[in-house]
Structure formats: C-alpha cells, structure tokens
C-alpha cells in the first residue's frame, strides 16, 4: 500500500507535532459549541444585543482572511509569552484553545492537506496514468480557457500610478498577476500533458518569473525602504513555509521544488544589492555601481569554471540533489543547471524596476502629444518589437532545446522585453486584464508546489512526476477536471493558509518576538526530531 520507503525521523515528527494540533482544535472547536450553546440558552429572551456582541466576537475569531487571522487572534497570540503560550496549549487551558482556535485550524488544515499529498502521492490507494500529448486538445484546451476567461473577467482598472498620479498602468499590479497566471496554466499543462515542444517557451516563462522577482522586490525596497528584519522574514516565510513540509512529508528534496531556491536565492540578492549602503540608493552613479557589482559578482559564480563548486559545496546539504532515474549525476547539478539559466534575468528585472518611473513620465508625455506624433511614435515601437521578436523566434527559439539553453541565460530578456512592450503600448491595453488569470497568478507558489503531489505523481521520495494522478480510470478527461478542481482548489487555500499563519507567527513591528519565534520553533522542531529518532530506534534495538 506504501511505496515511499521506510518511515523517517522527519515524517514522525511530524506527526508528534500535528496531532497534537489536531486534537487541540477538535476539542476548540467542541469548546465553542459549548460556548454558543450555553449563550443561546441564557439569552434566548433576553438581552440580545450581548448576543450580538458575541457573535462579532465569534465572527472576529473565526474568519480567515485572505491577508491573514483576523487581528484580535493574532494580537491576542502575541500579547503572551512563547512559554505561556506552550504551556497553555500543552495543558489544553480552555481560554487559550477559544481565543487561538483559528490558528489551531488552520495549522490543522495545513497538516490535513499534508496528509492528502502523502496518500495521493506516495500510496496505492489511488491510480495512476500514463501522460499523452495531443496538440489539438492542448491548444484547445487553453485557448478555450482564454475565451472563457475574456468573456467572464475582463476588467478595466482606473489605478493611479504612484509616480504621475494619472493612470498610465505601464506594468501595473493586475498586468503583471495576469501575466504570471496565463503563463502558469502554460506551465502546468506543459508537465501535466508532457508537452515537449514548447520546452524552450517554458524556459522563458520561468525567466520572465524571475524577472518579477527583480522587478518586484526592486520597487519595493527602491520605494518603501522598507529593510527590516519583519519584511525580510515575511518573504521568506512566503517563498519556503510550505515547501520545507512537503520535504520532511514526502521525504524529498528542496531542490526537487527548484523554483523555490531560485527566488530565494535572486530574492536575497535583490535584498543584498538595495540593503547595503541604502541611504544613497537615489544617487544614480551608486545604483549604477550597485547593478554592474551585480552583474560581475554572477558573472564571477556562474562563468569561471570551479568557482560555482567553491561558493555552494558547503550547501549541497540544502541545494544537493539526486534524481532517481539518473543517480550518478553530481548532486549540485541540478542547482548549477536551474539558477545558471536565469543567472541574469534577474538583474534585468531590477534596471526595468528602476527606470520605470521614467517610463511613465515618457509614456505620459507620449499620451498627451498630438495624435499624427503618438501614432507614429506607437507603430515605430510596435514594428521595432515585432522585428526583433520575429529575429529571436527563428534565430534562438527554433534551436533544439540542449543549443537553446546555451543561449537563454543571455537573450531571455528579448522575448521579456517584446511582450512588455506589445502589452503596453496603448492606454486600452494596460489598463484591461483578464481577473481570472491574475486570480491564478496569486497562487503560483501553490500551484507550482502542489501539481506533483496531487495533479501528477512520482510515487518516489525526490521522484520526477512521470505520472498522472487518477481519481477516474479509464476516463482521462472527467479525471483531468475533477483532479484539476480539487488541485486548484487546494492550492489557492494553501494561498490563504500561509498568509494567516505568516500574521501570526511573524510579528511586523516586534523583532525580539520575531527572534525569540524562531529560536522557539528551531527548539521545538529539534526536540520533536529528536524524540522521533529514538522512537525508531526502539524496534530495532528489541
């Protein structure tokens, strides 16, 4: 029934440590019927207006938000000490499980949703299927879901640009989600139907991933100058809270997950770059140094041959690696192959990020110049980037995908560069997107994580997802839509679940609580690895 090997100390500690949780939420939850049923009692016919009360109460703690708990949880969470708090949830203290029973469910939602992956990935209590590619039925496929999404959440949006105040939306919030979520359904069906040939187009989706990061953390930082160690944490619990568990879970590696070390690593960098010396970041000669010290500092790692080896062997134990299927490949490859193909992108999202505030002031001037001018000026842009589009398609695109990679690292920008350019160059275009495929782009991480525990299936610990999940045999398209709406589903809660629990446990404006949180949860995790490797060493000493 089990194909994922002997029990490790990671997967029963896991378990010492969810079942708890679970059990301390079941008795929250029979502790709030109770609460309710009694006030119902009491106040049946009289003093309604306290019920009320009450019942905003109820409401307040219960609701999860999509940012997060609601913040009389949180708040609540954080007033106490972390000893309190474990002494309280260990003694099963009433108060404390009513005040904290959101959090306890969504922890335990979180562990249940681990347990789905494991069963439907690393058991045989459900089916699988072999992948098949048609063009046709891919094709039609997505460009049915465009349609559908065209006719249904096509939205204009009347933004204000934070730099003009007018509302020029060149690469606005909603364009960029879009952009991330037509991409990903790309992505996805490319593994789901193993669609090989569009392999170097989905080389270029991850650049332009990357690129956000740039893009992104660069307008943050450049912006908000906001560095501290609260924002910091919150990125990164954002980028590696859920994937840490499915490793210990499904025994795997992080590396397996490789989209996750790469925007932790660009995102670090981005941080690095903007951090040090932050007071001058708006003199433009000290961001320019900043950027080409970016360029060479990649440069240095990834193009002279063995210093790669040097800066990440003392790593290997978190960014190693080894496939099943190809076992004698060095355990750094993978990490070398992934972050050198978009080794610059990044930086090139960064330059974007920094003159965009120019490239509003222009698009606005552009705007409100006479037609005969910004026609001209529009169709010389547009005839530009498809020339160059059209060069790059037959000269690099068409290269078998080995010849491809070779040059990727150098020209992603060009295609990056051309969609940003058709995509914004009238004020109709910018300021319309598809609401569907943005609501998709929110949930990248989720998706990417989840499709190859319970949309696909490697039946192995650091397995590849050769396979399909099959909840129908014999029916592969009832399957592909009942698989596809739970793994959608699933996906965007675990959105949900690791925003309320990054408000819980990474406090934005208390870096002691901060630091004493994670000292908590490093001493928690290690007594519970602990306890767990002497639990399995018990039979063997019988």
Same mark, same amino acid.
């Given at each position: 029934?089990?194909?994922?090997?002997?029990?490790?100390?990671?997967?029963?500690?896991?378990?010492?440590?969810?079942?708890?949780?679970?059990?301390?939420?079941?008795?929250?939850?029979?502790?709030?019927?109770?609460?309710?049923?009694?006030?119902?009692?009491?106040?049946?016919?009289?003093?309604?207006?306290?019920?009320?009360?009450?019942?905003?109460?109820?409401?307040?703690?219960?609701?999860?938000?999509?940012?997060?708990?609601?913040?009389?949880?949180?708040?609540?969470?954080?007033?106490?000490?972390?000893?309190?708090?474990?002494?309280?949830?260990?003694?099963?203290?009433?108060?404390?499980?009513?005040?904290?029973?959101?959090?306890?469910?969504?922890?335990?939602?979180?562990?249940?949703?681990?347990?789905?992956?494991?069963?439907?990935?690393?058991?045989?209590?459900?089916?699988?299927?072999?992948?098949?590619?048609?063009?046709?039925?891919?094709?039609?496929?997505?460009?049915?879901?465009?349609?559908?999404?065209?006719?249904?959440?096509?939205?204009?949006?009347?933004?204000?640009?934070?730099?003009?105040?007018?509302?020029?939306?060149?690469?606005?919030?909603?364009?960029?989600?879009?952009?991330?979520?037509?991409?990903?359904?790309?992505?996805?069906?490319?593994?789901?139907?193993?669609?090989?040939?569009?392999?170097?187009?989905?080389?270029?989706?991850?650049?332009?991933?990357?690129?956000?990061?740039?893009?992104?953390?660069?307008?943050?930082?450049?912006?908000?100058?906001?560095?501290?160690?609260?924002?910091?944490?919150?990125?990164?619990?954002?980028?590696?809270?859920?994937?840490?568990?499915?490793?210990?879970?499904?025994?795997?590696?992080?590396?397996?997950?490789?989209?996750?070390?790469?925007?932790?690593?660009?995102?670090?960098?981005?941080?690095?770059?903007?951090?040090?010396?932050?007071?001058?970041?708006?003199?433009?000669?000290?961001?320019?140094?900043?950027?080409?010290?970016?360029?060479?500092?990649?440069?240095?790692?990834?193009?002279?041959?063995?210093?790669?080896?040097?800066?990440? $062997?003392? =790593?290997?134990?978190? !960014?190693? &690696?080894?496939?099943?299927? %190809?076992? *004698?490949?060095?355990?750094?490859?993978?990490? #070398?192959?992934?972050?050198?193909?978009?080794?610059?992108?990044?930086?090139?999202?960064?330059?974007?990020?920094?003159?965009?505030?120019?490239?509003?002031?222009?698009?606005?001037?552009?705007?409100?110049?006479?037609?005969?001018?910004?026609?001209?000026?529009?169709?010389?842009?547009?005839?530009? $980037?498809? =020339?160059?589009?059209? !060069?790059? &398609?037959?000269?690099?695109? %068409?290269? *078998?995908?080995?010849?491809?990679?070779?040059? #990727?690292?150098?020209?992603?920008?060009?295609?990056?560069?051309?969609?940003?350019?058709?995509?914004?160059?009238?004020?109709?275009?910018?300021?319309?997107?598809?609401?569907?495929?943005?609501?998709?782009?929110?949930?990248?991480?989720?998706?990417?994580?989840?499709?190859?525990?319970?949309?696909?299936?490697?039946?192995?610990?650091?397995?590849?997802?050769?396979?399909?999940?099959?909840?129908?045999?014999?029916?592969?398209?009832?399957?592909?839509?009942?698989?596809?709406?739970?793994?959608?589903?699933?996906?965007?809660?675990?959105?949900?679940?690791?925003?309320?629990?990054?408000?819980?446990?990474?406090?934005?404006?208390?870096?002691?609580?901060?630091?004493?949180?994670?000292?908590?949860?490093?001493?928690?995790?290690?007594?519970?690895?602990?306890?767990?490797?002497?639990?399995?060493?018990?039979?063997?000493?019988?």
């Amino acid at each position: 029934m089990v194909n994922s090997g002997p029990v490790t100390p990671g997967q029963v500690s896991f378990l010492l440590g969810i079942i708890p949780v679970f059990v301390a939420w079941v008795y929250s939850e029979i502790l709030e019927y109770r609460k309710f049923s009694s006030l119902s009692k009491v106040h049946s016919d009289s003093n309604l207006v306290e019920l009320g009360s009450e019942a905003v109460k109820e409401e307040d703690r219960a609701v999860l938000l999509e940012g997060g708990l609601a913040k009389s949880a949180s708040t609540k969470f954080h007033a106490s000490s972390i000893k309190s708090n474990l002494i309280r949830f260990v003694t099963m203290d009433e108060t404390f499980l009513l005040e904290n029973r959101a959090t306890l469910r969504a922890m335990a939602e979180s562990g249940a949703i681990l347990f789905y992956f494991y069963i439907c990935d690393r058991t045989s209590l459900l089916a699988e299927s072999t992948k098949a590619y048609n063009r046709d039925l891919f094709l039609f496929l997505y460009f049915l879901l465009i349609i559908v999404s065209a006719m249904t959440s096509l939205k204009k949006h009347q933004d204000k640009s934070a730099f003009t105040g007018k509302s020029i939306l060149y690469l606005n919030r909603h364009q960029t989600e879009e952009w991330k979520g037509w991409m990903q359904v790309l992505f996805l069906m490319y593994h789901y139907f193993a669609a090989m040939e569009i392999y170097n187009a989905i080389r270029v989706f991850i650049a332009a991933y990357v690129w956000m990061t740039g893009f992104g953390n660069f307008s943050y930082y450049y912006i908000r100058k906001d560095f501290s160690l609260a924002r910091f944490a919150q990125m990164m619990w954002r980028l590696n809270f859920f994937v840490v568990f499915c490793c210990i879970v499904l025994n795997n590696d992080y590396m397996l997950y490789y989209i996750c070390p790469m925007h932790t690593l660009f995102t670090l960098m981005v941080y690095g770059a903007l951090g040090i010396f932050n007071k001058y970041n708006e003199i433009p000669s000290v961001m320019a140094a900043k950027i080409f010290a970016c360029f060479l500092v990649v440069a240095m790692i990834w193009e002279i041959p063995g210093v790669f080896d040097i800066i990440w $062997s003392p =790593f290997s134990f978190i !960014l190693g &690696y080894t496939d099943p299927a %190809k076992p *004698d490949l060095p355990r750094l490859h993978e990490w #070398h192959f992934r972050s050198g193909l978009d080794r610059y992108i990044w930086i090139i999202g960064m330059i974007y990020a920094y003159y965009h505030p120019n490239v509003e002031k222009w698009m606005e001037k552009l705007e409100e110049a006479e037609p005969k001018r910004r026609h001209t000026i529009k169709t010389a842009v547009v005839a530009v $980037s498809v =020339f160059v589009g059209y !060069l790059w &398609y037959e000269y690099i695109y %068409k290269l *078998d995908k080995i010849t491809y990679n070779k040059f #990727h690292p150098y020209t992603s920008w060009i295609p990056i560069s051309v969609y940003i350019c058709l995509r914004n160059f009238t004020q109709q275009l910018r300021s319309f997107s598809l609401v569907l495929f943005a609501w998709l782009g929110k949930v990248t991480l989720e998706t990417y994580i989840s499709q190859f525990h319970i949309w696909l299936r490697s039946s192995v610990p650091n397995g590849q997802p050769k396979w399909l999940l099959s909840l129908i045999p014999d029916y592969p398209m009832l399957n592909f839509m009942l698989t596809t709406a739970i793994y959608v589903l699933i996906s965007h809660r675990l959105f949900e679940l690791t925003n309320s629990l990054k408000i819980v446990f990474i406090p934005t404006k208390d870096n002691r609580r901060l630091l004493q949180n994670f000292l908590a949860g490093i001493a928690i995790a290690v007594s519970l690895y602990f306890l767990a490797f002497v639990l399995l060493l018990i039979p063997n000493t019988a």
